[in-house]
């Protein structure tokens, strides 16, 4: 199958909450399409306001699959967390083209508030 997408995403405005006043927590998630033959090396590089950018967290989209990357799950090579309560942006890179695809579930208020956009595709 053709490979559909782009190797290079931008997602500007990312944010883990720690407060929940519901039964789940927070999260965001980075949904990934492939409909390539090749399996996605995915490489996540997060930028900061107030600290230096940190390029050690990454993950994995199967060939003709998607992938769902729970930011709140995921952990780079020394078990590090990514940072809660702090504003932050993701550059997402691949081996092969992908489509990427943001959603955060706040769970900060009684009322919950579910976001979700396409991320900025940039040309290879």
């Not at 390029?55 to 998607?66: K, L, V």
């Not at 729970?70 to 940072?83: C, F, H, S, V, Y």
Request: glycine share 2%.
């Amino acid at each position: 199958m053709k490979a559909y997408g782009r190797k290079t995403w931008l997602i500007p405005d990312t944010f883990l909450n720690s407060v929940s006043k519901n039964p789940g927590i927070s999260h965001e998630a980075i949904c990934v399409i492939n409909t390539s033959d090749v399996d996605a090396e995915i490489k996540l590089t997060l930028f900061f306001e107030d600290r230096d950018a940190r390029c050690d967290f990454s993950s994995q989209c199967p060939a003709m699959r998607t992938h769902h990357i729970r930011m709140d799950k995921l952990r780079n090579a020394n078990g590090e967390p990514i940072p809660r309560d702090t504003p932050y942006a993701v550059l997402v890179e691949s081996n092969t083209p992908i489509v990427v695809q943001y959603s955060r579930l706040d769970t900060s208020a009684p009322e919950m508030a579910l976001m979700t956009t396409i991320a900025y595709p940039v040309e290879d």
